[in-house]
């Protein structure tokens, strides 16, 4: 009777264990941008190398365009675990309470990638992700998107042109300041609702990179693309802290691996989608681009120079002055 009770119970076992064992480790990875962005190519190469290099034993399920969380919802679902991985932009991590990460929405802070990369790869770079790990969130890489062009349905060529308009902005008080101090209305609001609202007017213009506009279509509801440059988007790879650390040792690494090979992939993405986006908006004939004088150039730098001044309670004067000495540009 109890062999027979044995038995049955090794033969359950037998037929459940092996299921149980190929189970994979799944990463749920949400985003709200394109696929056919730096930042959506990279999240498809990752999940591609994680797959293989761990042998299948990890699938990442990804979630682009906002299908699953918008942002505003998802840090919170990071930090409950309904997600593990995310790569928002840098100007969304004060609402976590991690205010230093909008160093990198100061007006005019990198001239180019060069200078971005040299805090984004350095120390700088390193100490910010540090600040995560109380919030339970580790930080993994840093991927590029490019430099911010404006639009709107006037020809803004000075910061004068601004006056009234309401602007929409990503969730950082650097970019609310950044507005105001063009004399534009900043609103926050959430990526995946931009399009609509530029095109009923709710707001009258907007910032971000050509790449973001041009695969949202907001060039098809902007008459007016002006390139200032005035400021960065990127974004962290972040995971939540206990998934992270829970994993197997030879999982992580490979994963390390994977997001190191996605980096470079998003890297070299990011230069040559920016410009080819924004000869997409010139060709399509729907927005027309504007391109500075030297002399309005300056009329921008001028009328944002404060910016930084004014949120260095904010953001850390040490944190500013550590990304001017790592970039050797204090704009
Ligand atoms: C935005 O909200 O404009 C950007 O952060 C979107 C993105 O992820 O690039």
Do not use: C
């Not at 910010?128 to 919030?135: I, P, R, Y």
Request: net charge positive; no cysteine.
């Amino acid at each position: 009777m109890k062999l027979t009770r044995w038995m049955f119970t090794i033969a359950a076992l037998a037929l459940v264990l092996p299921a149980a064992a190929q189970q994979p480790i799944v990463i749920k990875f949400s985003h709200v941008v394109a696929v056919d962005t730096p930042k959506g190519k990279a999240a498809e190469y990752f999940k591609k190398l994680a797959e293989e290099r761990t042998k299948g034993r990890v699938k990442v399920e990804l979630f682009p365009n906002s299908s699953l969380f918008k942002d505003g919802e998802e840090m919170e679902a990071l930090q409950l675990g309904s997600v593990q991985m995310l790569a928002p932009s840098l100007a969304k991590f004060g609402p976590l309470g991690a205010r230093e990460f909008e160093v990198f929405d100061l007006p005019y802070i990198f001239d180019d990638y060069s200078e971005l990369h040299k805090v984004t790869e350095g120390p700088v770079g390193a100490a910010l992700f540090k600040k995560l790990e109380s919030k339970g969130i580790v930080g993994l890489a840093y991927w590029d998107n490019g430099f911010k062009v404006m639009s709107a349905n006037k020809a803004i060529r000075m910061p004068a042109d601004y006056k009234g308009l309401k602007m929409r902005i990503q969730s950082s008080k650097v970019l609310g300041d950044e507005m105001k101090a063009l004399g534009a209305i900043p609103q926050v609001m959430a990526f995946s609702e931009v399009y609509q609202a530029l095109q009923t007017g709710v707001v009258d213009g907007t910032e971000n990179t050509p790449s973001n506009m041009f695969t949202q279509k907001h060039h098809e509801v902007q008459k007016y693309t002006t390139v200032t440059d005035h400021g960065y988007i990127g974004y962290a790879v972040i995971v939540n802290k206990k998934f992270w650390d829970g994993l197997p040792p030879d999982i992580r690494t490979a994963l390390e691996s994977a997001m190191k090979d996605a980096t470079k992939i998003a890297n070299d993405a990011a230069a040559k989608d920016n410009a080819d986006a924004l000869e997409g908006i010139k060709k399509s004939g729907k927005s027309e681009v504007i391109t500075l004088t030297p002399a309005q150039k300056a009329a921008w730098k001028k009328a944002l120079a404060g910016v930084a001044k004014e949120n260095e309670g904010r953001v850390g004067k040490d944190t500013i002055e550590a990304v001017y000495k790592a970039t050797g540009n204090k704009p």
